[in-house]
T-cell receptor
Framework: SQTIHQWPATLVQPVGSPLSLECTVE??????LYWYRQAAGRGLQLLFY??????ISSEVPQNLSASRPQDRQFILSSKKLLLSDSGFYLC????????????FGEGSRLTVL | GQNIDQPTEMTATEGAIVQINCTYQ??????LFWYQQHAGEAPTFLSY??LDGLEEKGRFSSFLSRSKGYSYLLLKELQMKDSASYLC??????????WGAGTKLIIKP
């Protein structure tokens, strides 16, 4: 069966520090992968999605970047964090059915101080 | 622009029935999803509607009217564990999910 994991689960970082969140998927090949951010009381905001190795589409211009060095690995990064980067980050992959259903990782809570 | 509206918060009593509404205006429509999200956790899939009508799955049912741009999630025999946020999301013409802000459901004993 397919599984998705992301880490770290919780992160507290000072403004201006770098960020790296990692997500891996097991049990499937060539998955569509997504990074979302969820701010308190707001809907999920799509940050990046990837349809294959090295293929990244950015939905929102900002100081974050994403990379997909391997088929089942998706990384969210920043060189210098801003206070507004605080939030709940979710990695997801799209299921095999052509229904658009997403399966989410556990989530990463980022607090920028 | 694309827009999904759902109430911010609802309160219901254990054992009762609650209906959470969702209205949408999107560029195209390829289905509507309901997800459940407990506090501090990731969303989990509840239902998917692409045709008009009611889909029943145990205590949960989801209804869709494409002509009205409207859906609801019906929860029966409420349990304390149903306290969570319920997210409505629409798959648009580009097969991208557009998310509502979620409805926080509070269950009281």
């Amino acid at each position: 069966s397919q599984t998705i994991h992301q880490w770290p689960a919780t992160l507290v970082q000072p403004v201006g520090s770098p960020l790296s969140l990692e997500c891996t998927v097991e049990g499937t090949s060539n998955p569509n992968l997504y990074w979302y951010r969820q701010a308190a009381g707001r809907g999920l905001q799509l940050l990046f999605y990837s349809v294959g190795i090295g293929q990244i589409s950015s939905e929102v211009p900002q100081n974050l970047s994403a990379s997909r060095p391997q088929d089942r690995q998706f990384i969210l990064s920043s060189k210098k964090l801003l206070l507004s980067d605080s939030g709940f980050y979710l990695c997801a992959w799209k299921g095999p059915l052509n229904t658009g259903e997403l399966f989410f990782g556990e989530g990463s809570r980022l607090t920028v101080l | 622009g694309q827009n999904i509206d759902q109430p911010t918060e609802m309160t219901a009593t254990e054992g009762a029935i609650v209906q959470i509404n969702c209205t949408y205006q999107t560029s195209g429509f390829n289905g509507l999803f309901w997800y459940q999200q407990h506090a501090g956790e990731a969303p989990t899939f509840l239902s998917y509607n692409v045709l008009d009508g009611l889909e029943e799955k145990g205590r949960f049912s989801s209804f869709l009217s494409r002509s009205k741009g409207y859906s609801y999630l019906l929860l029966k025999e409420l349990q304390m564990k149903d306290s969570a946020s319920y997210l409505c999301a629409v798959l648009d013409s580009n097969y991208q999910l557009i998310w509502g802000a979620g409805t926080k459901l509070i269950i009281k004993p």
